[in-house]
């Protein structure tokens, strides 16, 4: 059974100027032990989306709708004491920055053992050795030192560090993490991405892992999620969709990866970028919303909606010409 069951999830702003449908429609689900990875480009409803699972998105502005369930509970429907219990305890919560989630004030031995009285109301003692123990989990060395330390005496990796112990400190079943490693340069990215794997082997731990980045989701998530403009366009075991991607958009992301090696032939190294933006998500759009970006669409694309349908058994693909098959390099030229 899912761990976490999302149901035709729609987030509403209200805006002086139109109602922004940041997530319209978005069904997904999270097994116990799985990495989800939600990929798209910026301003597709990534955050929003997660965002929404804990609550924690002002409203108003915004409206939420659809149904949230997380171990057979409705998180729409519970109260805020309710849900601060289901936050940091069995869900947890990672961003891209952890200078803008870490009190600059206080040390990190002090905040990680801050999280573990609140929710798991441990006495200081207790709070401070499983404090130690998590930074020694997420490979932080001499850990009885680091927690004498402020969040700027650390590099950025290492800050990244303690706020995947302070997420995992409580033993959550679902950890969000958006946009990890993106403010990381790249061989600390990848240490961290590893850091995250090996843990949700040790812990359980499901992970929801938002990205940009198709590049990182290889060697991390068993699905893929791929929204374009608040909506899901396709979803598959991670393996079928680097192979095979049927949407083109999809496409598109695969080919804005930058290839290793790829730095000796600078003439080459040039980034496929998806031609055009993300259209406005105030406007009303005929058809599929990404039609006005596709070489590949006609006037059905211009017209009709293309539903989410499955392609393959597992892969779901919301084009009407998602059954093409057409290597990445033919869509890019
Ligand atoms: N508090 C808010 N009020 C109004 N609009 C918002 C608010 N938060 C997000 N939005 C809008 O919701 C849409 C989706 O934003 P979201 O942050 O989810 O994108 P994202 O996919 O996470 O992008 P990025 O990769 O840049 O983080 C955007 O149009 C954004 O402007
Ligand atoms: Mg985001």
Do not use: W
Not at 50 to 79: H, Q, T, W, Y
Not at 94 to 110: K, Y
Not at 205 to 215: E, F, R
């Amino acid at each position: 059974m899912a761990l976490l069951e999302v149901e035709d999830l729609r987030v509403h702003f209200r805006t002086p100027d139109g109602v922004n449908r940041a997530v319209d429609g978005v069904s997904f689900h999270v097994n116990e032990g799985e990495t989800l990875a939600i990929v798209g480009e910026s301003g597709c409803g990534k955050s929003v989306t997660s965002m929404s699972l804990l609550r924690l998105l002002p409203e108003p502005p915004a409206k939420v709708a659809g149904r949230i369930r997380f171990m057979n509970r409705d998180l729409l429907a519970l109260n805020d004491a309710e849900l601060r219990a289901v936050r940091g305890n069995e869900i947890s919560m990672i961003f891209q920055e952890p200078m803008t989630s870490l009190n600059p004030v206080l040390t990190v031995g002090f905040q990680i053992a801050e999280t573990l009285r609140l929710h798991q109301k441990l006495d200081q003692r207790a709070a401070a050795k499983r404090a130690t123990e998590m930074l020694q989990l997420v490979g932080i060395p001499a850990p009885e030192r680091r927690l004498h330390e402020y969040p700027h005496q650390l590099s950025g990796g290492m800050r990244q560090r303690v706020m995947i112990a302070m997420a995992l400190a409580c033993n959550p079943k679902l950890l969000i993490a958006d946009e990890p490693t993106t403010a990381l340069d790249v061989t600390i990215q990848a240490q961290i991405l590893d850091l995250m794997a090996e843990l949700k082997h040790r812990t359980g731990a499901a992970i929801v892992l938002i990205t940009h980045d198709l590049g990182v989701v290889a060697d991390v998530a068993e699905r893929v999620m791929v929204m374009y403009a608040g909506r899901k366009v396709e979803e598959a075991p991670v393996d079928m969709l680097l192979a095979n991607p049927r949407h083109p958009y999809t496409r598109g992301l695969l080919a804005a990866i930058p290839k290793t090696g790829a730095s000796q032939h600078p003439q080459k190294t040039r980034l496929t970028e998806i031609p055009g933006m993300v259209p406005s998500l105030k406007q009303r759009i005929d058809g599929c919303l990404f039609a006005g970006r596709c070489a590949q669409a006609t006037d059905l694309c211009r017209t009709v909606v293309p539903a989410l349908q499955p392609k393959a058994p597992l892969h779901l693909a919301a084009c009407h010409h998602a059954l093409a098959e057409m290597p990445v390099a033919e869509f890019v030229s």
